[in-house]
């Protein structure tokens, strides 16, 4: 990629979820590259981030977008379209929402890595708006809302040269929604940091690593272990706190948010990690494992390619409390090997992902200059 002119393009800064992780990489591939994202806010990225150049839309100066971005949603589409990519000849988007929608030049090559197809307009839209979620006038503006993002969704997939999907189950949405094949490179996970302890200390308590957000559905990971009686930390802010504290019983623990040491020590020490909802790909459950820790997870999207059952953790099968509440009785009474599930991790792992990432660009970036 020697003498391409190339800029990154990632949704918006506000936090260090698995986009951003993925973004920190492609910064240290391209180190010359500006960001362009949607809004930023100083200080929710690592120092190496913070110091680029990043080039905000201009949401970035409308009132309360810290606090109610999402409430901006209709304009996230035009902000994308209105970056000027014209002067670069390679473009990386990294989207979970609109960044795989910015306009580049005819004559540059637009990768774009899909975390997922927008959740809220496709597969996790009654999650967020179904029955019984929408008050007046809401429930009626919404859907037209989200109709109008699910037709430039498709539509602006057209500008995207390659795809490259977190997961198989995301590629398989990139077929559905966009019709278009995508091939797979999963997130990178720190595994020099997430490590196993020296020492074995009883582990007490289950665990749940997430944004509190309908579709991640800890709703059944309080039920099941209110149902038994088991202890649950749970670590993780967002809209559904106040309705979850409001259903959770004495042995069900909101930590709000967590990260470095203190949060590695909670993977070290927790039964297992649990994952009740559909997962894109789920990094935390990739996290607990490098430290020796296995996970319980619903054996569908992501979980099934980084859960191995009865090795690294267990699958249950129904979203329902009963049958998580049935794979946590099961998983007190298995043994599971630390060596096997660190061993299973580092095929994760950010090294891992730079190689793969890095040599699958260089050689995207040699097709086209051929095909030139």
Known sequence: MKNARVALVH?????????????????????????????????????????RVIRKSFLQRLPFIRSRYRHYLPLFPLAAELFDLQDFDLVVSSSHCTAKGIIPSPDALHVSYIHSPVRYAWNQ???????????????????????????????????????????????????????RPAEVIHPPVDCAFFTPSEAEAERTYFLAVTALVPYKRIDLAVAACKLRGYPLKIVGDGPDRKRLRSSAGPSVEFLGSVEGEELRRLYRG??????????????GAVEAQACGTPVIALGRGGA??????????????????????????????????????????LGFSRDVFREKMENRLAALWREFKESK
Not at 135 to 163: C, E, N, Q, Y
Not at 332 to 344: D, I, Q, W
Request: contains cysteine; glycine residues 8%.
């Open 11 to 51: 949704d918006w800064l506000t936090g260090r979820r698995g986009g951003e992780k993925v973004l920190e990489v492609l910064a240290e591939i391209f180190p010359d590259a500006p960001i362009f994202t949607l809004f930023h806010f100083p200080g929710s990225q690592i120092p190496a981030i913070e110091q």
């Open 125 to 179: 839209y009654s999650a967020y708006f179904g029955p019984g979620k929408l008050g007046f006038p809401a429930k009626w503006i919404v859907p037209m809302m989200i109709h109008r993002l699910r037709t430039w969704d498709t539509a602006s997939s057209a500008r995207v040269d390659r795809f490259i999907a977190n997961s198989r189950a995301v590629a398989g949405r990139i077929e559905k929604y966009y019709r």
């Open 270 to 283: 927790a039964i297992a990690l649990l994952m009740p909802g559909e997962e894109d790909f789920g990094i």
């Open 304 to 345: 099934v390619e980084t859960v191995v059952p009865g090795v690294t953790g267990l699958h249950f099968d129904e979203p329902t409390p009963l049958s998580l509440a049935a794979a946590l009785d099961k998983c007190r009474g298995m043994t599971f090997n630390k060596a096997s599930l660190r061993a299973h991790a």
